[in-house]
């Protein structure tokens, strides 16, 4: 097989595009903490696993049901939503990676609805819609006793995230995307710096710049996403 790799930042922009899930993929069933677990092997550059596209020739874009990778999710009530696939070039369905690459694009794009513990379903105000967020402040050194499932970054999904303070500071993550040239990462680095706290030591900048260093080069320019596309068009 011979493999192909790009960006996360790259991927995202065909998703609901060039990219869809076809009618055989189960629907998106990750946790908030597997997201987060997610974003945590990235930031840590571990590998996340190889992807398998299929690439559909054009006469048989219409033969088969295709489906939008979710954005915003809601706990225990989120479908796929049917496709319209006219008009598009190089449609791609995604055989291998959907809970992945879904996981990615609600934690930089999308949000995540979590219902409140002992409310009732039927209840509005029993639902929270979040949003992923990095502690640009919190030091991922890594210690003795870590496994590989131990969290080193803080990620962590929230409504709204606090005002910066000498202990902590949240980045939503998706902005991240915004830093579509160096330059412009650069910009949003001043504007976040200028935020922190008059007290903030040495050695907290050096973990802010790091850590917001860390995401820019995971999500723009390392090439997380491995993968292999198949052209064979029989659907069994």
């Known amino acids: 097989m011979s493999y192909q790799t790009e960006t996360i930042a790259n991927i995202l922009e065909r998703l609901n595009v060039n990219y869809f899930l076809p009618a055989i993929q189960r629907e998106y069933v990750w946790h908030p903490d ?12 571990y590998p996340i696993g190889s992807f398998l596209f299929w690439q559909i020739k054009p006469e048989n874009r219409d033969k088969w049901d295709v489906y939008r990778f979710v954005q915003h999710f809601k706990q225990a009530g989120t479908h796929n939503e049917l496709a319209d696939t006219g008009g598009i070039d190089l449609l791609t369905l995604i055989l291998d990676g959907q809970q992945r690459l ?7 794009r999308g949000t995540y609805t ?22 640009l402040l919190q030091d ?3 210690s003795s006793d870590d496994t590989d499932e131990s969290i080193h970054f803080g990620f962590r999904f929230m409504e709204t995230a606090p005002e910066p303070n000498e202990t902590s500071f949240w980045f939503r993550v998706g902005d991240i995307l915004d830093c579509t040239s160096y ?4 910009q949003l680095q001043d504007r976040e710096t200028d935020k922190l706290s008059d007290s903030t030591t040495k050695t907290q900048m050096k973990i802010f710049r790091q850590n917001l260093d860390y995401l820019y ?3 723009w320019n390392k090439h997380n ?9 029989d659907y069994d």
């Open 34 to 45: 597997q997201i987060i677990q997610l974003f945590d092997s990235i930031m840590r550059q």
């Open 102 to 108: 879904t996981s990615l694009y609600i934690g930089l």
């Open 114 to 135: 979590i219902k409140k513990k002992w409310m009732a379903w039927d209840n509005p105000k029993s639902w929270v819609t979040q949003s992923l967020y990095l502690d």
């Open 140 to 142: 991922p050194q890594v």
């Open 183 to 186: 330059d412009l990462y650069h």
């Open 217 to 219: 080069y995971a999500i």
């Open 225 to 233: 996403i491995a993968y292999y596309t198949e052209y064979d068009q």
